[in-house]
C-alpha cells in the first residue's frame, strides 16, 4: 500500500511542478525540454546581443572604442557593462517586467549579463566587484510599484555568479538612496533636467571606504542616472563604480 500511496505523491508533484514551469518557449510555442527558463535556446540565441560598444559608457559602436561623448567628457563611472540592444524583444521583456515581477524571461535575460560581467572582468584582467548595488528607486514609485526591479535582477545575476563563477557577491540596498523622483524631470527644461539628476542620488558613507562597487539596472538609456548615481557612491567613499545594466540604448545624450 505504501509504495503505492508514494508513487501517487510523486506523481502530483511531478504534475504540479509542471504545471509550474512553461512547457513551451514563450516566443515560438516550440516545446521545451531542458531550457531553464521561458524562452528555447534558438529563440535566447536570436536575442540583440550588443556585440561591439564604447569601452566607457556601453553605447553601441561599430568596434570596441570610445565614443564621442566619452572622449571629450569621461563619465564618473569605470564602465557600463551590458549584455543585449535595447530593441526587440528586450525591449518589451523590459517595459512589461517594469510592471510584472514574476515577467519569466528576465532570468534568461539576468543570465546572459552575469555571462558577460564575467568574461569583461576576465579579459580585463580585473577582479570583478563584489559589492552589488540595486539601481534605488524614489521612495514613491517603490511605494506604487510594489517590487525594485533592479533588486530582482541582482538577486539573479548575483546567484548565478555565485553558482557558475563561485564570485562573492554581497547585493547592499541600504547604501544609497534616490531623493528626486524619475518622472518629475520630464516637467524641467534641459538643463535643469541635468541638474536635477546630478541630485537624485545620496550614499551613506559607511562600510564603503574603498570598496569597488556595481550598480544594476535594467536599462540605460542615458548616461545621466548612471553618472549621478556614481558619482554620490564616489563621493562617499567608493574606490570605482561599475554598472551593469540588462540593455543599452543606441544613443547617449547624457543632458536627458
Ligand atoms: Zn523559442
Ligand atoms: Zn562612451
Request: hydrophobic share 40%.
Amino acid at each position: 500500500m505504501r509504495p503505492l500511496l508514494n508513487r501517487a505523491a510523486n506523481n502530483l508533484v511531478k504534475q504540479f511542478s509542471h504545471s509550474l514551469l512553461p512547457s513551451s518557449c514563450s516566443f515560438c510555442q516550440s516545446p521545451l525540454q531542458l531550457s531553464a527558463g521561458a524562452l528555447c535556446h534558438n529563440c535566447v540565441a536570436e536575442l540583440p546581443r550588443l556585440t561591439t560598444q564604447c569601452q566607457r559608457c556601453a553605447v553601441p559602436l561599430v568596434s570596441d572604442t570610445l565614443c564621442a561623448n566619452c572622449q571629450q567628457k569621461p563619465p564618473t563611472y569605470r564602465r557600463c557593462i551590458a549584455a543585449f540592444h535595447y530593441q526587440t524583444p528586450v525591449d518589451n521583456i523590459i517595459l512589461r517586467f517594469k510592471s510584472d515581477p514574476y515577467t519569466t524571461e528576465i532570468k534568461q535575460l539576468s543570465a546572459a549579463l552575469a555571462e558577460r560581467i564575467s568574461t569583461t572582468y576576465r579579459l580585463a584582467q580585473q577582479p570583478c566587484p563584489e559589492t552589488i548595488i540595486p539601481l534605488p528607486l524614489h521612495w514613491l514609485k517603490m511605494t506604487k510599484r510594489g517590487f525594485n526591479q533592479s533588486h530582482i535582477i541582482s538577486n539573479l545575476v548575483a546567484d548565478y555568479l555565485r553558482r557558475e563563477h563561485h564570485t562573492a557577491i554581497e547585493i547592499r540596498s541600504d547604501i544609497c538612496r534616490r531623493i528626486i523622483k524619475g518622472q518629475d524631470q520630464h516637467l524641467l527644461s534641459a538643463k535643469k533636467r541635468l541638474t536635477s539628476i546630478n541630485k537624485a542620488f545620496i550614499a551613506q558613507a559607511q562600510n564603503l571606504n574603498g570598496l569597488s562597487v556595481a550598480v544594476v539596472d535594467d536599462v540605460v538609456t542615458t548616461g545621466a542616472t548612471a553618472n549621478s548615481v556614481a558619482k554620490a557612491l564616489l563621493k562617499a567613499g567608493a574606490a570605482q563604480v561599475d554598472i551593469w545594466s540588462i540593455a543599452r540604448t543606441s544613443w547617449n545624450n547624457r543632458t536627458v
